[in-house]
């Protein structure tokens, strides 16, 4: 999930070209980083703090961002009147990665990333009361089913609760957030400047947690989310280091396959090719993690996926219908 969707660039200026196999593949490619680099995460997260990692990625991808964006608008500068947007953006997205990263020190990384999956409900309830789309009664309708399936998941109140969960669904919410945000900015901010300071805005988190937690006393005995994120910086070994720079450079690379994907493909077309990360969660969790997904994720989270390729399904009748002559649509359907 790491960075996944609310860190998309685009690219512009950029003719969209129609092959759709080669988005697929690009998306594919790019799912397939981002799940590495969540796998990386939970595997070091038992001996290192989560603003170390963080630190460690995302310096690394900000001179690659920096260089993406000046070669393709030119320019960093964010006009002064949409600096505080901007900032905003950057601290949601901050604080849903922390989200993110401190729920699979704990959870199973197949549940992580099923929870993660409701952010694309989170953008479409947002859609209305923020940027005053018309929300059809069948998407409110999917939306509730993703919701079920989340509660299937976590099972608040039951004895087997846990509290991690939360910071897996509270990570959806904040990257729904700035995705609305994202589509409010995207006439005004060009993505790769977007990217830049989005990425520079975890740097900056990185070091004052680093600052706020340098000496604390950890039981790392006591919740492993909260170890996570209190632990003090540790000298790493070469193949920790090696897996911690190599975050980085996954990070940019997904990011240009995500853009290159959205470009040659349709994205109704192509996003539905996102929710193989369930898939590559499964697998990294049971080889690297022995965590086999019980049947109330499995259950929770095929309604989360459900719910969204359905939306992803009448979003496009929709634009068809729109698109389309009136006869030609009726064929379509």
């Known amino acids: 999930m790491t960075l996944r969707s ?6 512009p200026n950029a003719p969209r070209q129609d092959r759709p196999g080669l988005a697929v ?11 590495t680099m969540d796998a990386v995460i939970k595997f070091l ?19 690659l961002l920096a260089a993406f964006a000046l ?30 990263a401190m729920a699979v020190a704990t959870l199973p990384l197949a549940s992580g990333v099923a929870i993660y999956f409701t952010m694309p409900l989170f953008v479409a309830a947002l859609a209305g009361p923020v940027l005053g789309e018309y929300v059809p009664v069948c998407r409110w309708l999917a939306i509730a089913a993703g919701f079920i399936g989340v509660i299937i998941m976590i099972r608040p109140g039951s004895s087997v609760f846990e509290p991690a969960a939360l910071l897996a669904l509270y990570s959806a919410l904040g990257y729904g957030v700035s995705q609305t945000i994202t589509r409010s900015l995207s006439a005004l ?12 805005a975890y740097v900056v988190l990185a070091l004052l947690l680093a600052a706020a937690f340098a ?15 209190m632990r003090g910086w540790a000298m790493p070994p070469l193949r920790d280091l090696l897996l911690m720079c190599a975050t980085g450079v996954m990070s940019s690379i997904a990011m240009v396959c995500f853009a290159t994907a959205y470009r040659l493909g349709e994205a109704n077309f192509v996003a539905p090719f996102e929710y193989s990360a369930m898939l590559w969660a499964t697998i990294f969790g049971i080889v690297l993690f022995s965590d086999f997904p019980d049947i109330w994720t499995i ?3 095929s309604m989360v996926a459900a719910a969204g ?8 009748q929709r634009r068809r219908t729109v698109v389309l002559p009136p006869e030609k649509a009726a064929d379509a359907a």
């Open 309 to 316: 390729l359905v939306m992803l399904w009448f979003d496009r």
């Open 6 to 11: 609310a860190s998309r660039l685009t690219l």
């Open 71 to 100: 070669w393709r608008v030119g320019s960093l500068r964010v006009e002064r009147s949409k600096w505080m947007l901007v900032a905003f953006r950057g601290f949601i997205m901050c604080t849903a990665y922390l989200g993110f």
């Open 45 to 63: 997260s038992g001996g290192y703090p989560v603003h170390q990692l963080l630190a460690v990625r995302c310096g690394l991808a900000l001179p």
């Open 299 to 301: 259950m929770g989270g």
């Open 25 to 35: 593949l690009s998306l594919c490619t790019a799912v397939a980083l981002a799940s």
């Open 189 to 200: 901010v060009p993505s790769p400047v977007l990217a830049f300071w989005g990425n520079f």
């Open 215 to 229: 000496g604390a006393e950890v039981n790392e005995a006591g919740h492993p989310s909260v170890a996570f994120l």
